[in-house]
């Protein structure tokens, strides 16, 4: 066990007296930062799919947009999210002439891709609201989409909850891969405390203890409100 | 009021409505008797376009409402529904239930007046002193909107004795009152009639007396109602027309006294004598 001591001695030297402390909060923050910015705009486009793929499809334009939305999802889900990130950093981003850092890069291919994931689960969770209650909210008048946001959305999100805190956490362990377009993130930064001194075990020890710690939080969170939520039943 | 010309309804290959026509006027309280299956349901649904019908039209103050092109919504803010599930907001209390349609449907009408307004200041800013056009007036706020619903969805609950449970949950209150706060939701709207889809079936026989009794005191307001139901009394003491309804076909259309004493169709002769 000696040997080990030497190691965590090694880690603790590199990780305070050399300054590997910034690194770690700054790849912590980029985590946190695609993760939450991903979800974010998964949730915003998932919805959006989600609504155009039940519309009632007697007319032209819900079936030209259904059938793009299904084309998206087929492309995001169909391709892993590291050739996802290159084919955006490397091919697509260079060919329009834009010009992004890598965390910038990141936030958009993880939204776009659990956008595809979330338009799925939000899907489930509108079928599985009554459809009585958008019958009863077009009967007094209101619009589709009016109906959509006021009743049948937050009703659905209350039930896929739970999968929603799922994406979150799947979210969060898959940021691990950014580090192929060259962005700084937790992985990243013990990677960097680890080849400085050749001595990997104890960083990737301490790397994972943040993960498990993160989602614990995560979960913790979504139990709370998933509590919240629930006041308008009475199954609690 | 409404008139019914030649209605048709499709889905797929089954033809359940076969040319209906019929003229509703203000203030009547029809009952539509028939079989499951006999396409009562659906005539109803068609009325508000819930379904939209595949032939015929439907006349509701001079508009044509099965035209595509009609924005809908507008027409069914004066068409009240009940259904036979209640189909409460599950996610609002009772009292936002009432609100929700009056509030927004106006707080709508109050931005599309600003933004008109806010139209004309502008051209106005290209219009010499004598030709400036004058501002549509604004004679609400949005405070004022949710008061006024407040107080009016307090007065409907009133009127059927639930003002205690104006802030609970849907899922709290039994079937009878669910159906009644339904009712009142229609209500606040301020609708022209009211279109009630077999609004007892799914109550428990101690609660349809509440629900009908609710309905009668409508009836005697003098609002005009449509009313599928399986409760002929109900229907022999308040309707001032039965229609029954059988393969899509409108087969009798009289008064409740001549309707259940003396029918005339050999269909309804046999449907009667199997219920009654």
């Known amino acids: 066990m000696g040997n080990f001591e030497v190691k965590i001695n090694t880690f603790i ?116 609201v009554d459809s009585g209650q958008m019958e009863a909210g077009r009967a007094v008048g209101l619009s589709f989409s009016t109906t959509m946001m006021k009743i049948v959305i937050p009703q659905a999100v209350k039930n896929i909850l739970p999968t929603l805190g799922n994406e979150f956490i799947a979210l969060i362990k898959e940021t691990s891969v950014v580090s192929f377009v060259g962005a700084l993130d937790l992985y990243v930064a013990f990677n960097n405390i680890g080849s400085s001194s050749y001595e990997f075990m104890v960083p990737y020890l301490v790397m994972a203890m943040i993960y498990i710690v993160l989602v614990l939080i995560i979960s913790a969170g979504i139990k709370i409100m998933e509590r919240s939520l629930r006041k308008s039943d009475r199954r609690n | 009021m409404i008139d019914v010309i030649n209605l048709e309804k499709k889905f797929g290959n089954n033809k359940v409505l ?84 009056p509030v ?89 009639v009211i279109l009630f889809d077999e609004p007892t079936s799914a109550l428990d026989p101690e609660m349809v007396g509440e629900v009908l009794d609710l309905m009668k005191s409508l009836a005697q307001d003098g609002m005009t109602m449509i009313i599928v139901t399986h409760e002929m009394g109900f229907a022999k003491e308040v309707a001032n027309r039965v229609l029954f309804i059988d393969e899509g076909l409108i087969l009798e259309s009289a008064a409740p006294k001549e309707f259940f004493e003396n029918p005339k169709h050999p269909r309804l002769k046999e449907f009667l004598s199997k219920v009654l």
């Open chain 2, 18 to 101: 076969n040319g209906i026509s019929v003229t509703i006027n203000k203030g009547d309280i029809i009952c539509v008797i028939g079989p499951s299956g006999s396409g009562k349901s659906t005539f109803l649904r068609c009325l508000n376009c819930m379904e939209d019908p595949t032939g015929g039209q439907i006349i509701f103050n001079g508009v044509d409402i099965t035209d595509f092109k009609v924005d809908i919504n507008i027409h069914r803010r004066k068409m009240g529904m009940v259904f036979q599930h209640f189909n409460l907001f599950n996610n609002k209390t009772v009292i936002q239930n009432i609100m929700l349609a």
């Open chain 2, 104 to 192: 927004y449907v106006q707080c709508q009408d109050l931005k599309k007046t600003k933004h008109k307004n806010n139209l004309i200041k502008f051209t106005n800013i290209f219009k010499s002193a004598n030709k400036k056009k004058e501002l549509l007036p604004i004679t609400t706020s949005k405070a004022q909107i949710k008061q006024e619903a407040r107080e009016q969805a307090l007065n409907l609950l009133k009127r059927i004795g639930l003002e205690d449970k104006a802030d609970v949950y849907p899922s709290t209150l039994s079937g009878g009152q669910k159906q009644r706060v339904a009712i009142i939701r229609s209500l606040a709207m301020n609708p022209e």
């Open chain 1, 13 to 128: 030297e590199n990780f305070i007296t050399y300054n590997g402390y910034v690194k770690v909060i700054d790849g912590l923050k980029n985590t946190l930062l695609i993760a939450v910015s991903g979800l974010i705009i998964g949730i915003l486009i998932g919805t959006l799919i989600a609504t155009v793929r039940v519309i009632p499809k007697y007319k032209l334009l819900p079936r030209i947009l259904n059938g793009f939305c299904s084309f998206y999802v087929s492309l995001f889900r169909g391709t892993p999210i590291v050739v996802q990130l290159l084919v955006f950093y490397y091919v697509l981003l260079p060919l329009m002439g834009i010009n992004i850092t890598p965390v910038n890069v990141s936030i958009l291919v993880f939204g776009l891709n659990s956008g595809a994931y979330i338009s799925e689960t939000m899907r489930s969770g509108i079928m599985s």
